[in-house]
């Protein structure tokens, strides 16, 4: 007996279709399209003045190798046409270009003998595991000593505050992160070097986990000290412009107490200042991540960009500036939508547009 064919309901699919229809006019998808449009025309204009920038270079990779007596100049010859060295620069960076885009492929790196994308996929994590641990670390000090200068303002403490906040931005992150190391190498318990210990292959999930944090105190610390310095100044004139506002006298008018006062209605809106300089701290940081990796030996993308740049590895180089790019461009993006899920009042479409 053959069953029934089962019955559609017209209502069921034009709510569907209005769902699915609302879901993909919201604004958020809207934006992230238009932002996605935005970095892949970044990303192509930033790739094509890299690519020409290291044209300027009056030598090469192969250069190095002409000047060692035991490679003949028919190896020196086969490796330019390997690499794609003896075509003209353009077509060079249109091949590239398009083995990027149809295959996620950056090119071989001259020095390691291996694939770009896989030297990228190594160390790209390792930094942004340094870079999101300073923030963390940041954050989670100097909101609440802003909070500590804005409430107790012109006390004492909120003066130490200030002195500390300025001698801290007074310091580069190099400078900082040499500090730091002179101390290291005066004292055995913090490791230098790398971001593993030797026999870390030997230990537990757990223990992996603690050397590998063990490893991070300096090189996030080396990274932390100046935004710390600068965010606590940031909070504090945000929070004590907050609290002049007439909306904060009238909460305390009402009785309300001041706990709720300043940690419920003042530092919710003055947080939406904080977050909107999320994705430029991200920036800094790559940049002095790519210092402190340096100093520290940590086997992140800014020792291999450094590295890159010494040997004249043309794809590592390209490869490593297009992440560094995209890691950029990525953290201005969650810096938007962290501000929209803090203050759904802006309009995302309104700062995509500028």
């Known amino acids: 007996m053959t069953q029934p064919a089962p019955v559609s309901h017209p209502s069921s699919d034009v709510s569907l279709l209005s769902h699915l229809k609302s879901v993909l006019s919201s604004e958020i998808v809207s934006y992230s399209a238009q932002r996605l449009v935005q970095a892949l025309i970044t ?42 060295l003896d075509r003209p620069p353009l077509e060079q960076y249109l091949r590239w270009a398009w083995r990027v885009f149809t295959h996620f492929d950056f090119g071989d790196s001259f020095i390691y003998q291996r694939p770009v994308s896989s030297l990228l996929l190594e160390r790209v994590p390792n930094t942004l595991l340094m870079s999101i641990a300073s923030i963390l670390v940041t954050w989670a000090i100097a909101i609440p000593l802003g909070i500590v200068g804005a409430v107790n303002q012109n006390k004492i403490i909120d003066r130490v505050l200030q002195v500390l906040s300025y001698i801290g931005q007074g310091f580069p992150s190099f400078i900082t992160a040499l500090a730091l190391l002179f101390f290291a190498q005066s004292t055995p318990f913090f490791p230098v070097g790398n971001m593993t210990s030797v026999d870390y292959a030997d230990l537990t999930p757990l223990g992996k986990v603690i050397d590998i944090g063990w490893h991070m105190i300096l090189p996030t610390l080396a990274l932390s000290i100046t935004s710390f310095a600068g965010l606590q100044r940031i909070t504090r004139g945000n929070l004590l412009d907050v609290l002049r506002q007439n909306y904060i006298q009238t909460a305390r008018a009402k009785g309300l107490p001041e706990n709720r006062v300043i940690y419920v209605h003042a530092l919710r809106n003055a947080l939406n200042a904080l977050v909107t300089l999320l994705g430029f701290e991200f920036a800094s940081l790559l940049g002095g991540a790519f210092i402190t990796e340096n100093f520290f030996n940590w086997p992140g993308l800014g020792r291999l960009t450094l590295q890159a740049v010494q040997s004249v590895d043309l794809y590592l180089i390209m490869g490593s500036l297009m992440m560094g790019a995209t890691m950029l461009i990525l953290g201005n993006f969650l810096a938007d939508l962290l501000l929209k899920a803090v203050d759904p009042r802006i309009e995302l479409n309104d700062r995509g547009s500028r």
């Open 43 to 84: 990303l192509v204009l930033a790739s094509a003045l890299c690519f020409a920038v290291i044209q300027l270079s009056p030598s090469n990779y192969l250069d190095t190798l002409k000047l060692n007596p035991k490679i003949s100049p028919e190896r020196v010859a086969e490796l330019q046409k390997l690499f794609g």
